[in-house]
């Protein structure tokens, strides 16, 4: 399908061609483990055994691409497992990489305990300051690693300004797309060079599959990943496949809805006298506030704040919400509420990345706007 339609058109039909045998307009789920060869060698468009590809997973695939306007989109069985796929695919003993001092907790402990015991180091910057990220850049940086906004204190980093930054030193530019998801924020065309999703999130949208994907614009490195990808084998089943790839269908519709109400709850948020800070791009007092707006559609979902009276009140927020599900993840339909440091964000505790213990972060869902501000409202008490 061309790239010349509008993101609302490719999230439909990019990838999901009708089936040839019987006309269903929605992809099949090929639930197959290998396929029947026309002789010795003689593929049937090119499948061989479900590792390789997969001709559901393959529709996923196309469509992250289109999406996030790259060449090449390869899906994984999660998030953790494409960040995995990524590394051992860019790096080597020795090399370096540049990471944010705000990442999420599952991304620092596959660099701080599983990539540096294969001998890849890394630093921590303040990748919302690009003399930060300049200035922790060393001769042996191979990439530099960003979440904008970021998890869990919805920071923003100037992608193209970063962009430059890494390329200047001959590393590769890669950013985690997912809090954003492709609707809000393209970061291949602000110059990055690999997108990272958690397709768990709002890719899926439904709290229903965990899944992970990688989309590049360097037919090289596509190819280079793609081989990693079936050696290592880390791939998305073709039943996750086909239910990220059904989420994605009203992608933009429910991302509208999620900014919607997650502008509604900082504005409670704001004015609650036992909030003492709210973390929301969307918020003009916000220091990433002008570059988000600069490069992304809208805001996003995701609201962080922290409560005045400390960590305990923070927990007991979590605890009291009951339309606000208290539970891990993000980016479904339903709203979620969490305490990152005893829970996503545990395995940060002690080091650079370690978050607030008044840290309260939500998801906010695609309910009613006003039985949300309810919910929060009598849980902050």
């Known amino acids: 399908m061309s790239d ?35 002789g010795v060698g003689g593929l049937r468009g090119g499948y061989e055994y479900s590792r390789s590809a997969n001709p559901t997973r393959t529709a996923l695939e196309e469509n992250l691409a289109a999406l996030e306007g790259g060449r090449r989109g390869l899906a994984f069985a999660s998030g953790l497992a494409a960040e995995d796929c990524l ?24 660099f701080a305990k599983v990539a540096s015991r294969w001998g890849v180091e890394f630093s921590v910057a303040d990748t919302s300051d690009v003399a930060a990220v300049q200035a922790a850049i060393t001769p042996r940086t191979k990439a530099v690693w960003v979440e904008t906004p970021s998890n869990p204190l919805l920071g923003i980093t100037d ?45 899926g949208g439904h709290s229903d599959v965990v899944g992970g994907a990688l989309v590049v614009s360097d037919p090289e490195l596509a190819e280079e990943l793609a081989y990693h990808q079936n050696a290592m084998g880390a791939v998305a089943g073709p039943f996750d496949a086909w239910l990220v790839l059904r989420g994605i269908k009203t992608l933009a519709v429910r991302m509208d809805r999620h900014t919607e109400n997650a502008t509604k709850v900082a504005d409670l948020l704001t004015r609650h006298p036992k909030v003492s800070q709210v973390l929301y791009p969307g918020l003009p007092e916000h220091p990433g506030h002008e570059v988000a707006a600069k490069q992304m559609r809208a805001f996003g979902g995701m609201v962080s704040f922290r409560v005045a009276a400390g960590e305990e009140a923070a927990v007991e927020v979590c605890d009291r919400a009951k339309l606000f599900t208290l539970g891990e993840s993000l980016g479904g339909v339903e709203s979620l509420i969490e305490h990152p440091g005893r829970m996503t ?33 009598q849980a902050l008490g």
């Open 345 to 377: 964000h545990a395995s940060a505790a002690g080091s650079p990345l370690e978050v607030p213990a008044d840290l309260v972060r939500i998801s906010v869902g695609i309910e009613n706007g006003d039985d949300l501000l309810a919910d929060l409202t």
């Open 159 to 203: 992608i193209a300004a970063v962009a430059q930054v890494a390329h200047q030193a001959g590393a590769r530019l890669v950013v985690d797309n997912t809090f954003a998801s492709p609707y809000l924020q393209q970061p291949l065309a602000l110059g990055a060079d690999v997108v990272v999703h958690s397709t768990t999130k709002y890719m």
């Open 4 to 38: 010349q339609h509008s993101f609302e058109t490719l999230a439909i039909h990019a990838g999901n061609t009708a089936d040839p045998l019987t006309g269903a307009v929605v992809p099949p789920i090929y639930q197959v483990s290998t396929y029947k060869q026309d």
């Open 87 to 110: 590394l051992r695919t860019l790096l080597t003993p020795g090399d370096h990489v540049v990471i944010p001092n705000d990442a999420y907790g599952g991304t620092f402990r596959l």
